[in-house]
């Protein structure tokens, strides 16, 4: 029987609470999440083993079109006329030729980009049945299976891949999936060599996408084998329901055993609620009943958890039940749901209420896809983006337009951001059902969502009768799997009718001048606005120039449909009944470049670039959604060439007043109106701009914007200086140029090159251009107005990462560094390999 390990606990969310690790630092938050759980937790549940199935595999590119090139398979019209006939799934296939990776994986992120604008939307990646010779990707895996394991069940489940997934094992083809989302997993037991080598291969095609944005290629998310007695619980049939009655929460306590076995069983289940620390505060217990062979019994109880702690983006307390079937006196089966305590209520002219106190949604849209790795995101990377937006005052999260990884959910859960989960295919056919039931299951006990999106701006569903019909029919059955939530959906257009005529919560997306006179004809509608700005920048950009397809970084630019960010936010927070709203986007994101399309390859949407760094109208967010002190000054002040010309200077602050000082000399103070910007004009002269903002007529923050020299040197600086060494955690650098005083040169746009060596590797560069073409896969990257970024991921040896940086050379114009972080010894989740 496994024992579970710290590290475990804190990917599978047993008694964590942000609440006692909260600082000044969102990351500094993360940190103290991934790192700290309470030993007393530390046992197994049961007999389980849910194994991560991640290293050791082999991968090659096939052909959508050629057999020569894809293994022979479809070489003739009989591949499927016999059980056991796939050699390339036995011992018969040499693959030692094979390229050797980890998972997750995507090599959409690896292929060039090609100059073709059927592809715009997705990137430019050559994917689609146009391109058979980089849409087929070959996945093949050998393990071995102990005799001892023998009469168990065995399957192997799939958090998700992108996005035709065709699944062999020992020669036997054992099923397919064919959605890019959503998870999926097959029962190997029958086809398994017990004692001996097994090989498990997987074909993806990527010639069809879901979406209309950089979906990724391959085997993206994590894999897992999972070994259960016969009689075990459902896959995602546990939840929790917690309803405050005074100061107690009473807890409504379900789960589906299932009998897998030749003979009728007679089980029971119970119930252990875990506090944050492990400890036990309530327990419950269903009676026994009869399983049938090959059949299922439901289990219901109730608890009573006094006096509990309740769960909001400012205290993110989790509590953990531990749900075991138990027959012939012994444990059969057993996991772990982690969930919260609060209460959630849409309110018609009151907006949105979080354990019954009015709460106004600040949120974000995002796609999944980072700089450097793609769609396929480690663990760490799912943390270090939410402490971007917490940072930024965000509490929300929509997740565009796809169910979500489990690791963002997670990440979610801990942090306190509270998240609108969004299936892929809105549609009341077997695929949309499936997809949604699958979402809703999955991520029921998950006290961060606080909404379900049956989907996003569907034209034909928006306006017609049968939009009413299939959103109707999906809430009706997302009320019967989760009855503690309500239903939306993102509406762009043809208000009032079709699928808006009949939604929980009213959507909306863009349009300012629709839902004043929408909530006046609908007024026992609560409403949303489920996408909203659109607002255009570049980081680090003051000019807009088409010709080099950059937009200028001041909150001015928004496409016909959009806002900018503050006329958004002005409109939203003069309205009450508005629960508030998610931005498009927080994160730049591949594929859908706007307002350019080639060279450009990512959008310019976001607040934050591709790589995290927050572009200047994220301040502006922080500081009317945030709680602490804000000054920020902009822009840079290295203009040369543009000496006496009138240059706007910006400050977004939330202080009484702000004064500018231009070499030394001031320009004038403006008081601070609310949700607004100040803003002058300064004929550019070489120096240094100030901004002094006072409160309570003190100055209590000073803001400087100096002329810098030419780069000189080369500044590594890590989030994290010491990493897990578990083959999974990773390092985010930030890479820029110093002059020869050591100060940011913000235009910098040197080629930087690395080299890392010890106990890591090299796993993604980026630098936040949306037009760049440099490889994401090679360790080298050109400065983008003075910043790039590396990824650097743990091997499982513990000891010394080192990180090498040079530019031209090591002899080069910029002198160059070196960063050491150090691995120690992980407690590893269990795996296979």
Same mark, same amino acid.
């Given at each position: ?81 016999? *059980? ?32 073709? @604008? ?144 030749? @003979? ?27 399983? +049938? ?6 289990? *219901? ?13 400012? *205290? ?84 565009? &337009? ?26 009341? @056919? ?61 509406? +762009? ?15 909306? +997306? ?121 000054? &920020? ?31 030394? *000399? ?100 980026? +630098?936040?251009?949306?037009?760049? &073409? ?60």
């Amino acid at each position: 029987m496994p024992i579970l390990t710290r590290r475990d606990l804190v990917l599978s969310g047993l008694a964590l609470s942000a609440s006692s690790a909260i600082s000044a630092s969102a990351w500094a938050q993360t940190n103290a999440l991934l790192s700290t759980v309470s030993e007393a937790a530390a046992f197994s549940p049961g007999p389980r083993e849910k194994l991560l199935f991640d290293f050791g595999w082999k991968f090659q590119l096939g052909n959508g079109c050629d057999p020569g090139h894809d293994l022979d398979f479809g070489k003739g019209q009989g591949d499927f006329a016999k *059980t056991g006939e796939f050699d390339f799934a036995t011992a018969k296939l040499d693959d030692s030729k094979w390229r050797s990776l980890n998972l997750p994986h995507d090599w959409a992120v690896e292929l060039p980009f090609v100059w073709d @604008n059927e592809q715009q939307s997705h990137g430019y990646k050559p994917l689609g049945r146009r391109y058979p010779e980089t849409s087929v990707g070959w996945y093949r895996r050998t393990f071995e299976i102990a005799a001892a394991d023998q009469g168990k069940r065995i399957s192997i489940e799939f958090d998700g891949a992108f996005r035709s997934a065709l699944i062999f094992v020992n020669g036997c083809f054992i099923g397919r999936n064919d959605n890019g989302y959503a998870p999926f997993s097959f029962d190997l037991s029958d086809f398994l060599h017990y004692g001996e080598k097994n090989y498990l291969v997987v074909r993806m095609d990527a010639s069809f996408g879901d979406g209309w944005f950089y979906e990724g290629a391959g085997i993206y998310r994590h894999v897992w084998l999972v070994k259960q007695d016969k009689l075990h619980l459902g896959q995602w049939e546990s939840y929790v329901r917690a309803k405050m009655e005074g100061d107690a929460a009473v807890l409504s306590l379900g789960t589906v055993v299932q009998n897998a076995g030749d @003979n009728q069983e007679y089980a029971r289940v119970r119930w252990q609620i875990l506090d944050r620390e492990g400890k036990q505060v309530a327990s419950a217990e269903a009676a026994a009943q009869q399983v +049938n062979s090959d059949g299922s019994a439901t289990y *219901t109880a109730t608890a009573r958890l006094a006096h509990p702690e309740r769960w909001s983006p400012e *205290t993110p307390i989790l509590y953990s039940a531990i749900v075991s079937v138990e027959a012939a006196g012994k444990v059969r089966d057993a996991e772990r749901v982690s969930f919260g305590v609060r209460s959630l209520r849409f309110d018609k002219d009151k907006g949105f209420f979080l354990n019954d106190v009015p709460v106004k949604i600040k949120g974000t849209c995002n796609h999944q896809d980072h700089a450097g790795i793609g769609a396929a995101l480690p663990d760490r990377m799912q943390y270090f983006r939410v402490s971007v937006l917490k940072e930024m005052g965000s509490n929300g999260m929509r997740t565009s &337009h796809n169910m979500p990884t489990p690791e963002l959910v997670e990440a979610c859960d801990r942090m306190g951001m509270m998240m609108l989960c969004e299936t892929r295919q809105m549609s009341s @056919n077997p695929e949309g059902m499936a997809q949604l039931e699958a979402m809703i299951k999955r991520y029921r006990n998950s006290p961060a969502i606080i909404l379900w999106s049956m989907g996003n701006e569907e034209g034909y569903l928006n306006k017609d009768v049968v939009g009413e019909r299939v959103i109707a029919e999906m809430q009706q059955r997302s009320h019967e799997l989760d009855p503690t939530r309500v239903c939306t959906a993102a509406v +762009n257009n043809n208000f009032g009718t079709g699928v808006s005529k009949v939604l929980d919560v009213m959507g909306f +997306n863009y349009n300012l001048k629709v839902p004043d006179d929408y909530h006046k004809a609908h007024p026992n509608q609560p409403s949303i606005g489920t996408e909203t700005a659109s607002a255009i920048s570049t980081r680090g950009e003051y000019f807009t120039d088409k010709l080099r397809n950059v937009m200028s970084a001041y909150d001015t630019n928004q496409p016909g449909w959009g806002e900018t960010g503050e006329e958004w936010w002005k409109f939203y927070m003069a309205r009450e009944w508005l629960a508030g709203g998610f931005a498009w986007t927080g994160f730049d994101y591949r594929g859908e470049p706007t307002p350019y399309g080639w060279p450009s390859v990512s959008s310019q949407f976001g607040i934050i670039d591709t790589c995290g760094y927050p572009k200047d109208t994220y301040f502006y967010y922080k500081a009317w959604w945030g709680k602490e002190p804000v000054l &920020h000054l902009f822009p840079h002040w290295n203009f040369a060439g543009k000496e006496g010309i009138e240059i706007p200077v910006w400050v977004h602050s939330n202080l009484d007043s702000v004064e500018l000082f231009v070499n030394g *000399t001031s320009v004038g103070s403006q008081k601070v109106e609310p949700l607004t910007h100040l803003q002058w004009k300064v004929k550019y002269a070489p120096g240094v701009i100030e901004a002094r903002g006072t409160k309570d007529g003190k100055v209590v923050l000073t803001e400087k914007r100096e002329t810098t020299g030419a780069a000189r040197s080369i500044k590594l600086t890590a989030d994290r200086t010491t990493l897990h060494a578990d083959g999974e955690d990773v390092a985010v650098l930030r890479v820029e140029a110093l002059d020869a005083d050591g100060r940011h040169v913000p235009i910098a746009d040197d080629l930087i090159e690395f080299k890392i060596t010890g106990a890591g590797g090299f796993l993604g560069v980026g +630098n936040g251009d949306p037009n760049c &073409h440099e490889s994401d896969k090679e360790p080298k990257r050109s400065l983008f107005n003075g910043l790039a970024q590396v990824i650097i991921q743990s091997t499982k040896k513990p000891g010394e990462i080192i990180i090498e940086a040079k530019a031209g050379g090591w002899n080069g114009k910029l002198t160059a560094t070196r960063l050491t972080i150090t691995t120690e010894k992980a407690e590893l989740r269990l795996s296979v390999g």
